[in-house]
């Protein structure tokens, strides 16, 4: 199957602060990512849909300013946490799929936990 | 919309015995059906998929599952069940034709006694 990358593998960082996560496909082209959040003991929680080049599509509940989705190249996708605050940390995930693919490959996961 | 229930939040075998984690969906039509399997701390990994065709799908690390259209069921399953088995499962349905977006199950964590 495709390969999806996530980068970094774990953050920690302060209250107040931004982090940037990178969501990377590496041997195909994905016009559709996907973002999730997991917690711990739970299912995986979908946040957001990004298309290639479109904005971002977020589930009901989700803040847009607050998980900011930038997809703008066909391989890499982007969820920044502004002002992470503790209860932001969690296990994010993402997914993409691209032609001539008809299902989601997932990448490894970020740990984030914010102090 | 779609639904997809797991309905063993816990299960626990011993090692070498057989193995079965229920899946039951509710969807208009028959989606695409997946199980993954996540360790502690990593990402999720595809062990089979149904599309159509063949109802028994052979996985990886001998899984298989068999989706049964009757009873809205993809059960998966392994004869002999290793200590490494232990992990969480997830099965999720994916419209077919549609959006790639999988409604995911609660997961169901495997305990395995050695």
């Known amino acids: 199957g495709a390969v999806v990358s996530q980068h970094p593998s774990w953050v920690i960082c302060k209250s107040g602060t931004s982090v940037k996560i990178e969501c990377r496909s590496l041997d195909f082209q994905a016009t559709t990512m996907f973002w999730y959040r997991q917690f711990p003991k739970q299912s995986l929680m979908l946040m957001a849909t990004s298309n290639e080049g479109s904005k971002a599509t977020y589930e009901q509940g989700v803040e847009k300013d607050k998980f900011l989705i930038n997809h703008a190249s066909l391989t890499l996708s982007t969820l920044t946490v502004t002002s992470a605050h503790p209860e932001d940390s969690s296990f994010y995930i993402c997914?993409?799929?691209?032609?001539?693919?008809?299902?989601?490959?997932f990448g490894p996961g970020t740990r984030l936990t914010v102090l | 919309a779609q639904s997809v229930t797991q309905p063993d939040i816990h299960i626990t075998v011993s090692e070498g015995a057989s193995l079965e984690l229920r899946c039951n969906y509710s969807?208009?039509?028959?989606?695409?059906l997946f199980w993954y399997v996540q360790s502690p701390g990593q990402g999720l990994q595809l062990l089979l998929k149904?599309?159509?065709?063949?109802?028994l799908v052979q996985g990886i690390k001998g899984f298989e599952a068999e989706f049964k259209r009757s009873q809205s069921s993809f059960n998966l399953r392994k004869p002999s069940v290793h200590w490494s088995d232990a992990a969480e499962y997830f099965c999720a349905v994916v419209p077919s034709g549609g959006s790639y977006i999988p409604t995911f199950g609660r997961g169901t964590s495997l305990i395995v006694h050695p």
């Open positions: 969807y208009g039509a028959t989606p695409y």
């Open positions: 997914s993409a799929t691209g032609p001539p693919h008809n299902e989601q490959f």
């Open positions: 149904y599309f159509s065709g063949d109802t």
